[in-house]
């Protein structure tokens, strides 16, 4: 069975400080690669997504890869706010085919000090 | 803008109740789940649709039904319910497949407490 293990689960850095949150799958056969932003008691905001012929995307200060062959990815956040105090979730659509079906992480939760 | 609205956002109900939780998309997307948000259990699958009549369990179906008679609706019922199924509940939508983006979308969430 795939599963997704997020680390670390939380996360604590003052303000300005660069960051990584990492994402790896047991099954390293993904097709598609999503990261989420959820504030507390909101949704889930799609940050970025990899698609199966790339191998990175950029949002402004955010930035994730994704090494296929070990089916790590990692999401950069760049120059930390206040603002990006949030749980970020990652997740993949395997391989596995003839499925649509995301398999998430129990996300990162962080929180960036003024 | 395209988008998903889930209604009602919070609800309390009894053990035993019948709940239907609304679920409502503009992306025109054939793919749609719903899932609950519990802590220390992540987000978890619950039903899911690839088209208009089309249903399939996820992992942690039991005690709930769905159905699909358009594309834009995939309501989620609870027949009887009951407290271990006090969550947040979210629904989602995705393009038809790799052919697209594949990118899924969320609604805002149902936060549904049964006493």
């Known amino acids: 069975k795939q599963e997704v293990t997020q680390i670390p689960a939380a996360l604590s850095v003052p303000e300005g400080e660069n960051l990584v949150l990492n994402c790896s799958f047991t099954d390293s056969a993904i097709y598609n690669l999503q990261w989420f932003r959820q504030d507390p008691g909101k949704g889930l905001t799609s940050l970025l997504l990899?698609?199966?012929?790339?191998r990175e995307q950029t949002s402004g200060r955010l930035n994730a890869s994704l090494d296929k062959s070990s089916g790590r990815s990692t999401l950069y956040i760049a120059a930390s706010q206040p603002g990006d105090s949030a749980t970020y979730l990652c997740a993949g659509l395997p391989f596995t085919s003839g499925t649509y079906k995301y398999i998430f992480g129990t996300g990162t939760r962080l929180k960036v000090l003024a | 803008d395209a988008e998903i609205t889930q209604s009602p956002r919070h609800k309390i109900t009894e053990t035993g109740r019948q709940v239907t939780l609304a679920c409502h998309q503009t992306?025109?997307?054939?793919?749609m789940f719903w899932y609950r948000q519990d802590l220390g259990h992540g987000l978890r699958l619950i039903h899911y649709?690839?088209?208009?009549?089309?249903?399939n369990k996820g992992e942690v179906s039991d005690g709930y039904s769905v159905s699909r008679s358009n594309t834009e609706d995939l309501p989620l019922t609870l027949e009887s319910a009951a407290s271990s199924q006090t969550s947040v509940y979210f629904c989602?939508?995705?393009?038809?497949?790799?052919?697209?983006?594949?990118?899924?979308?969320f609604g805002e969430g149902s936060r549904l407490t049964v006493l």
């Open positions: 989602a939508s995705s393009d038809p497949g790799p052919v697209d983006t594949g990118e899924l979308f």
């Open positions: 990899i698609q199966s012929s790339q």
């Open positions: 649709s690839y088209g208009v009549q089309d249903t």
């Open positions: 992306w025109n997307h054939n793919n």
